[in-house]
């Protein structure tokens, strides 16, 4: 009999019902087995439970040790600390990887991205240390450990081998940052000569790295970056791909993971039926790869490749061309899963 899997659902907010809603149609409709453990974090959670990031999501996290989780908002300038920040320094999802690849249907200025951005999860200026020193006068803090640093490089060299990668980038602003990125340097090249010799290494200064991609991003592999250059330089390299709705993510802890999309809560679109699921789904694809659903992981891939291989704007979303909703390309996925 099939294996039923234990799967913390949290929606999220904004577009995250409609895009986390999709991926679990499509996951459903692959027979997958799954028994959901519906959690809230977010606005739904503070109208529900007086709280962003409620106790009871946090324990049924660690519990599971598996989510799917959708993008929560995070006010500008005050408020709240992000709900994803705390959700990844408190389970300690210490490395997000973000697969960056050219999709077959998807014309974009470039043909043969093949990148996957490998972002420390934990610490630098997402510290959230901050305080004002005077008035007028504002400190924040990059925190920078050495034993962060070592996880992270350890992590990306060991991802670059089991997915027979050959080279690891580090982008760094060591010039400027010499104690901070510096130590993320001395990290990096310490693991590399320890146990990673057969893969090329290279570092870039992050502004001469962020110009080489946009001109050439077919020379890039795997990019470990630390974790505020990681937010940045993932939507940057969305953007060679498609977009934001066609990139999406996953955040590892020790035993546990969480699976997400690299996109926000786009509140610009939320609510109208015009969000591009692929991203949501592609991060339910990793999910069931980690789950050991492979099979089923497979077919979904299959399915949603066909869909946009066929190149016809009716069943593809407007941020990539189409003027399908959120729930025609859906469906689209799952006939042909079905078919
Ligand atoms: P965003 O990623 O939500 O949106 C940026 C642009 O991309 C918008 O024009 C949006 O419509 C478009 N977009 C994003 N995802 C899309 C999709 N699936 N289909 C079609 N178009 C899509 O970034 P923004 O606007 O900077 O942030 C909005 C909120 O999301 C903020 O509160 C931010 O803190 C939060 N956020 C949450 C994340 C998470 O929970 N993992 C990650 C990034 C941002």
Same mark, same amino acid.
């Given at each position: 009999m099939a294996k039923t899997h234990a799967v913390v659902l949290i929606e999220g907010d904004g577009i995250g019902p409609e895009v986390i809603g999709a991926s679990r149609r499509v996951i459903e409709a692959a027979g997958v087995s799954v028994a959901w453990k519906v959690h809230y974090a977010g606005a739904e959670a503070f109208e529900k439970?007086? #709280?962003?990031? !409620?106790a009871a999501t946090i324990e049924a996290l660690r519990e599971h040790r598996c989510a799917l989780k959708g993008p929560t908002g995070t006010p500008i300038?005050?408020?709240?600390? &992000?709900v994803n920040v705390q959700i990844r320094q408190q389970l300690n999802l210490y490395a997000a990887v973000r697969p960056v690849r050219s999709i077959d249907g998807i014309d974009t200025r470039y043909k043969d991205v093949e990148i996957v951005i490998v972002r420390e999860n934990t610490e630098g200026l997402y510290s959230g240390i901050e305080h004002q020193i005077i008035p007028g006068v504002v400190e924040s803090l990059k925190i920078v450990t050495e034993a962060a640093c070592t996880r992270i490089a350890e992590f990306g060299f060991a991802y670059a081998r089991e997915h027979q990668r050959k080279s690891v980038t580090v982008f760094h602003k060591a010039n400027i940052l010499k104690m901070a990125d510096g130590l993320f340097l001395k990290c990096s090249r310490a693991v590399r000569e320890k146990s990673f010799k057969d893969i090329e290494y290279k570092e870039l200064i992050i502004d001469n790295g962020c110009m080489q991609l946009v001109r050439?991003? &077919?020379?890039?592999d795997v990019l470990v970056l630390d974790n505020f250059y990681g937010d940045i330089v993932s939507d940057l390299c969305a953007g060679l791909v498609g977009g934001l709705g066609v990139v999406p993510g996953a955040n590892f802890g020790d035993g546990i993971a969480v699976f997400e999309s690299v996109h926000g809560s786009a509140p610009d679109i939320?609510?109208?039926?015009?969000?591009? !699921?692929l991203a949501a789904i592609m991060s339910g694809v990793m999910m069931l790869n980690y789950l050991g659903e492979t099979a089923a992981a497979g077919r979904i891939k299959g399915a949603y490749n066909a869909v946009l291989a066929a190149r016809d704007p009716a069943l593809r979303t407007r941020d990539i061309?189409?003027? #399908?909703?959120t729930q025609a390309f859906t469906d689209a996925v799952i006939a042909r899963l079905k078919g």
């Open positions: 439970h007086g #709280a962003v990031l !409620p300038g005050g408020g709240h600390t &992000s050439d991003p &077919s020379r890039f939320a609510g109208k039926g015009l969000a591009n !699921p061309g189409g003027n #399908a909703g």
